[in-house]
């Protein structure tokens, strides 16, 4: 079991550029979940996936930000245009069709936008 | 609104000690609540999870408990090894969503054993 895979590990960019971070939940998992974490203010859940679609994006901060799912082994969550406030640590989870399962995490993609 | 409210925000023991963690949070109608453990530079690993009519979940030397009514939770480590140091972080899910996980996690307790 590979895990969840999230990629790229680290993104360094300027203001304004478009930037596109990519997961792999773990094969089977029918719910995808995407967070923000920050010092100030902890783990957020930005949206989730039930088998690709989009069931709550409420913690999806601005227009800026936007998820896809587009198959069942791959999601997306873009920012354009990327602004130094969003800068953190970026979360994908997977987890079983049940609702009593855990989440599993994957190492995150540390954001830095200059 | 849920909140969830971990203290304290850091703690050191020595090696071999027992210990707990707590976790509060201020809306009882919950689904589950879970309790991770995340290392630096990684994601987090899922520890315990306990639903709303349990009272609690154990693995290995973690024993994790629920009491709904007070709106408290604890992790309880026994024989704390330098192994465990990592931040603990407890989450709600909370019950009014009638779909899976709107979840609300703690800040965490980073915790540090001493060998």
């Known amino acids: 079991d590979a895990g969840v895979i999230q990629s790229p590990r680290h993104e360094v960019t300027e203001m304004g550029q478009e930037v596109t971070l990519r997961c792999k939940p773990i094969?089977?998992?029918?719910?995808l979940f995407w967070y923000r974490q920050t010092m100030m203010r902890g783990l957020e859940l930005l949206i989730y996936?039930?088998?690709?679609?989009?069931?709550?994006d409420s913690g999806m901060p601005e227009d800026r930000f936007s998820a896809k799912m587009p198959n069942a082994s791959f999601s997306t969550l873009k920012i354009q245009p990327s602004e130094p406030r969003d800068s953190a640590v970026y979360f994908c989870a997977s987890s079983l069709e049940h609702d009593n399962q855990p989440q599993h995490f994957g190492d995150g993609t540390r954001l830095s936008i200059l | 609104k849920q909140e969830v409210t971990q203290i304290p925000a850091a703690l050191s023991v020595p090696e071999g000690e027992n210990l707990v963690l707590n976790c509060s949070f201020t809306?009882?109608?919950?689904?589950?609540l879970q309790w991770f453990r995340q290392d630096p530079g990684k994601g987090l690993t899922s520890l315990l999870l306990?639903?709303?009519?349990?009272r609690e979940q154990t693995s290995g030397r973690l024993n994790a408990s629920l009491d709904k009514s007070s709106g408290r939770s604890t992790l309880y480590i026994a024989a704390s090894q330098p192994g465990d140091s990592a931040t603990y972080l407890c989450a709600v899910r909370c019950s009014e969503y009638s779909s899976a996980s709107k979840i609300i996690f703690g800040s965490g307790t980073r915790l540090s054993i001493r060998p």
């Open positions: 996936f039930n088998n690709n679609v989009p069931i709550d």
């Open positions: 306990i639903q709303s009519s349990q």
């Open positions: 094969s089977g998992h029918d719910y």
């Open positions: 809306d009882s109608a919950i689904y589950n």
